[in-house]
C-alpha cells in the first residue's frame, strides 16, 4: 500500500532520529543554566529528569526525542517545549571527535545504554554485554553469510531485526527451539544452552542499536527528488497550493527546518518538530466542531471531547459548551489536517521526495 510506504519513509527518515551517546559516566544534576527548571518540569512527569545527562546529541536530535515525547504524552506548551530542545541543545551537545580508541588487549568500554534501553515490556530482556560479545563470535561463525553484519538481511536470508523469532524471544526461548527445528529447512544449527542465550543477547543488542536512539541510526540523505516535478505536485495533483504559499506561510521554510523535519512536517504537520533554530513555529491548529441542536441553534469553537452520547467544546469566548447528541442534532467536525490525511492514501515516496526538494529551494 501507498501509505506504508510513505508511512515507513516518513518514520524511519525522521522519527527514529540517532542517539550518539558520550561515554563517559553522567554528572549528578542537569547543568545549571536558562531552561532547566523547564526541563525538570516537563520531563519528570514520566522520568527522572537526569536520564538525558551522559548523552550528546545536535539540535535536530533532541528535536526529535522531545517530539517523540511529546507523542507519548509529554504535557506542556509548545514554548515550553522549545525552551527544553533549546536547554538539551546548548548544555548536552554531542561528543567531539578525537577520542584514542582502545588499543592492544585493552577492553573497550562498555556501551552507554541509550534513552530506549529506559522503556519497553515488563519482560524485556536485559542485555548483557559480555554475553552479546560472545553471541556475536557465534552469529558471525553460523549466521553472517546469509543475514549480514547487522543482522539486517539480505538476498541470502532474512532481516532478524524485524524477525517475530527474535522480538518474541527473551534469553533464546524462541531462537533456541526454532533453530533446533532446522534453519533453513535440512540445515539444523547445533548450539549448546548456552550459545543459544548468547546470541539472543546479541541479536537483541542490534534490535536494540537500530531503533530511533540507536547508535547505528543515522539520518539518510533524503534530498534526492526533483524540484520540478515537486513544484507540478505542489500546485497540481497534490492541491498543495490551495490551502499553502511559498511567498506566505511557506516561505523561507528550508530556513526554519533540515531536510528530515522538513518532510516529517510536509506529511505529519500536526507532528510537533523542531527547527533550526529557536521561534519556529510549533503551533498546532486545533479540531474545531460546529453543533447545530434540534432548536436550531448553531455553536462552533474548539472540540474538547465527542463520542456516540456527548460532544464538548470550547466557544469563540472560551466558554465551555456540551451537548447530547440524539435526534435532532447535528455534529460537524472540521479537521485542519483533512487535506494532509487523504494525501497519505495517494502520493508517493516519490511525490514526497520531490516535494520536499522544492520547499528545500526556500531559503
Keep these: 500500500m501507498r501509505l506504508t510506504r510513505s508511512c515507513t519513509s516518513v518514520l524511519l527518515l525522521a522519527c527514529f532520529l540517532p542517539c550518539f551517546a558520550l561515554a563517559q559516566t553522567p554528572p549528578s544534576a542537569l547543568p545549571d543554566a536558562p531552561g532547566r527548571e523547564t526541563v525538570q518540569r516537563i520531563c519528570s512527569a514520566c522520568h527522572p529528569a537526569q536520564i538525558v545527562l551522559g548523552r550528546g546529541m545536535t539540535r535536530e536530535q533532541w528535536g526529535g526525542i522531545v517530539s517523540n515525547m511529546i507523542s507519548r504524552g509529554a504535557k506542556g506548551s509548545d514554548d515550553d517545549f522549545a525552551q527544553v530542545v533549546d536547554y538539551l541543545a546548548t548544555n548536552l551537545p554531542p561528543a567531539k571527535a578525537g577520542t584514542a580508541a ?58 532478524l531485526v524485524r524477525s517475530l523469532v527474535v522480538l518474541h524471544d527473551r534469553y533464546g526461548n524462541t531462537i533456541g527451539p526454532y533453530l533446533a527445528k532446522g534453519h533453513p529447512e535440512g540445515h539444523p544449527v547445533s548450539l549448546t544452552e548456552a550459545q543459544i542465550v548468547d546470541l539472543s543477547h546479541f541479536l537483541h543488542q542490534q534490535v ?124 460537524e467536525k472540521h479537521d485542519p489536517y483533512a487535506a494532509h490525511v487523504a494525501l497519505l492514501d495517494q502520493y508517493t515516496d516519490k511525490d514526497i521526495h520531490d516535494v520536499v526538494a522544492y520547499l528545500e529551494t526556500f531559503k
Excluded: M, W
Excluded at 129 to 158: F, L, N, S, V
Excluded at 277 to 293: C, F, I
Design 208 to 331: 536494540g542499536d537500530t531503533l530511533r536512539t540507536g547508535p547505528y541510526n543515522s539520518v539518510l540523505n533524503i534530498l534526492v527528488g526533483d524540484p520540478r516535478e515537486g513544484k507540478a505536485f505542489f500546485d497540481g495533483a497534490g492541491h498543495c497550493s490551495q490551502c499553502h504559499s511559498v511567498t506566505g506561510d511557506l516561505a523561507h521554510i528550508a530556513s526554519k527546518y533540515d531536510p528530515p523535519v522538513l518532510q516529517l512536517k510536509v506529511v505529519f504537520p500536526q507532528t510537533a518538530a523542531f527547527g533550526k533554530r529557536r521561534g519556529s513555529s510549533n503551533a498546532r491548529q486545533p479540531e474545531t466542531v460546529t453543533v447545530t441542536t434540534a432548536s436550531g441553534e448553531t455553536v462552533t469553537g474548539v472540540l474538547d471531547q465527542i463520542d456516540d452520547f456527548n460532544v464538548s467544546l470550547h466557544d469563540a469566548s472560551g466558554q465551555y459548551r456540551s451537548f447530547e447528541r440524539g435526534p435532532g442534532v447535528k455534529v
Design 102 to 159: 582502545p588499543t592492544g588487549n585493552a577492553k573497550a568500554p562498555p556501551r552507554p545504554k541509550s534513552l530506549i534501553d529506559q522503556a519497553g515490556a515488563n519482560d524485556k530482556q536485559v542485555v548483557d554485554e559480555d554475553a552479546a560479545a560472545r553471541g556475536k563470535t557465534i552469529y558471525i561463525a553460523q549466521c553472517i553469510t546469509c543475514h549480514g553484519t547487522r543482522a539486517r538481511g539480505g538476498e541470502r536470508g532474512a532481516d
